[in-house]
């Protein structure tokens, strides 16, 4: 099949010399032949609008994230993973496979590009337009469906994010209710403490003047009863030893 689209490219870039791009006409069949020998390891190259010939648009990475394992399967799920787990098969008659045959013939004019594929569609049995035309419509529905389990996952996971958010501001509130009560709980008890300290404090100043008012009262009660038998004593003692 090299072979034929050898000559066919050759055949065709002379035909429509005139109306192809310098570069496109200066491009050899030998190394057309080339470049399409190694399309298997090409990315695809696809405008806005999925046209051939644009570059390929770059996606960021996804930063590594503390999502559930779950989800950063799906997320981080590529294309080509995503066929594999619907079942699609690589064939010559596959999307992908033609997608990068039209990378290699992106310096070409769209109808060239559309008129090489058919030619060669038309020499190889293995595979037709409309088989790839179909294939390319289911891969396109996987895709979308893909997109559809994202935008779900993405929307119950934010759901589940704002609860967690939700759950945990109530948690603060609750929390700082609590201390809020222990430490009035505590003032309270702190309080307490100062009053009955003080009373105490108070009390034992009121029984030390009780204690010596008592003990004053009890000296000076001793004193005059001493007072008055040393009177006594005195009083005998003045008029000399009683008679026998």
């Not at 950063?72 to 799920?77: D, E």
């Not at 690589?90 to 496979?97: F, K, L, N, V």
């Not at 058919?118 to 529905?141: F, G, I, Y």
């Not at 003080?198 to 001493?226: C, F, S």
Request: include cysteine; charge should be negative.
């Amino acid at each position: 099949m090299a072979g034929f689209f050898k000559k066919f490219a050759s055949a065709f870039v002379d035909f429509d010399a005139k109306s192809a791009p310098a570069e496109a006409t200066g491009e050899s069949s030998a190394a057309l032949e080339a470049e399409l020998a190694a399309l298997e390891g090409h990315p695809v190259a696809t405008g806005p609008s999925g046209g051939a010939g644009a570059p390929a648009m770059q996606l960021a990475p996804v930063p590594e994230a503390m999502l559930p394992a779950e989800t950063q399967a799906l997320l981080s799920l590529t294309p080509d993973e995503l066929f594999a787990e619907a079942g699609f098969t690589e064939t010559p008659a596959s999307a992908p496979r033609v997608v990068k045959m039209l990378a290699g013939l992106a310096q070409f004019p769209h109808p060239q590009q559309l008129a090489m594929l058919r030619a060669l569609d038309a020499a190889d049995d293995s595979w037709s337009e409309t088989e790839v035309t179909q294939d390319a419509q289911n891969r396109q529905a996987a895709l979308e469906a893909h997109l559809t389990r994202i935008d779900q996952t993405r929307q119950g996971r934010l759901l589940a994010l704002d609860q967690q958010a939700a759950t945990a501001q109530e948690t603060r509130v609750a929390t700082l209710a609590e201390i809020d009560r222990q430490i009035a709980e505590l003032m309270k008890l702190r309080e307490d403490a100062i009053t009955e300290c003080a009373n105490a404090v108070a009390g034992v100043d009121r029984e030390k003047r009780e204690l010596e008012l008592a003990a004053m009262d009890a000296r000076n009660r001793t004193l005059a009863a001493a007072q008055q038998l040393g009177q006594l004593v005195a009083f005998f003692s003045a008029g000399g030893p009683p008679p026998r």
